[in-house]
């Protein structure tokens, strides 16, 4: 009983209790996302989220902060959510702004503007659930799908192979990039902590679950099993560089991609304005 109650003062601290519980399905791996990132903030010192803003755009994920936070919340139209963080965070460039979203808005529909928030050093963070399947509209195959996986789109399997999300943000520029899986729950914290405390664009990846819509079609329909998975085909970052390609198909790549000290967007504008020439200057 008593860490119930503790349970309930952390979240009413940062949930909005008429919305509890969720409605995510059973086994869904969002609320782990949530609580991973609560208890980042919490770590942080934050009592509160009136220094945060949120956005996010169409799916599952971008419910985590509408409606659940008691926070500012925008929920914008599908893959669009980072280009409307641009215009937060230009507007207040004090707060700090995160964007959540699903791998099919994030890597499918907003592909391009992951990728150019990430050429831009976007000075805010990006939190990316990967269910490797859109799961709200229907089962339909996105760019994270594995090859060969029967979807609604492809039921005779998977024929493309999947982007590498993280490898290809971290390519773009970005400050910080990190995959981690909803089995990793306390690298997923650390990797929110210092995604969160980052000059400029900061990434993570979290793969989860959704035993309701992608494990029943692999033979996962519980989420325990799908986390199994998650653990036993996870393989550090650093090992997988030692490997072939061959050698990692069907395998979970974790750990850091990046993590690197770079001018942001807004400190180069600002030096740009006063007329900081930077050409030919390592950042």
Not at 43 to 52: A, C, K, R, V
Not at 207 to 212: E, L
Not at 229 to 249: G, H, I, N, T
Request: net charge positive; hydrophobic share 40%; proline share 4%.
């Amino acid at each position: 009983m008593r860490r119930l109650s503790q349970n309930l003062h952390f979240a009413r601290k940062y949930l909005r209790e008429e919305v509890l519980p969720t409605a995510y399905c059973s086994g869904c791996g969002l609320g782990t996302i949530m609580n991973s990132f609560l208890k980042a903030v919490a770590e942080m010192g934050h009592t509160d989220l009136n220094q945060f803003v949120f956005c996010s755009g169409i799916g599952c994920s971008a419910w985590i902060p509408s409606p659940h936070f008691r926070a500012d919340t925008i929920h914008t139209t599908h893959g669009r959510s980072l280009t409307v963080a641009l215009g937060m965070k230009l507007v207040r460039p004090e707060l700090k702004v995160v964007v959540f979203g699903g791998d099919g808005d994030m890597a499918g529909i907003g592909l391009n503007h992951l990728v150019q928030s990430a050429r831009r050093n976007l000075d805010l963070t990006a939190i990316m659930a990967n269910n490797m399947i859109y799961g709200m509209t229907g089962g339909q195959i996105a760019p994270t799908t594995p090859i060969g996986t029967k979807t609604s789109t492809t039921p005779f399997g998977a024929f493309e192979y999947p982007l590498d999300v993280s490898k290809l943000v971290a390519a773009a520029g970005a400050s910080y990039v990190a995959r981690w899986t909803t089995f990793h729950v306390v690298q997923l914290k650390e990797a929110i902590k210092k995604a969160l405390s980052k000059e400029g664009f900061s990434f993570v990846e979290a793969v989860t679950q959704c035993p309701s819509i992608f494990g029943r079609r692999i033979g996962m329909d519980e989420g325990r099993r799908m986390l199994q998975w998650f653990r036993d085909s996870s393989v550090p970052v650093s090992k997988a560089r030692e490997m072939r390609d061959e050698e990692l198909v069907g395998k979970i790549v974790v750990g850091e991609f990046a993590n690197i000290e770079k001018a942001g967007l807004l400190r180069n504008m600002k030096e740009a304005a006063m007329g900081v020439s930077r050409v030919g200057q390592e950042k």
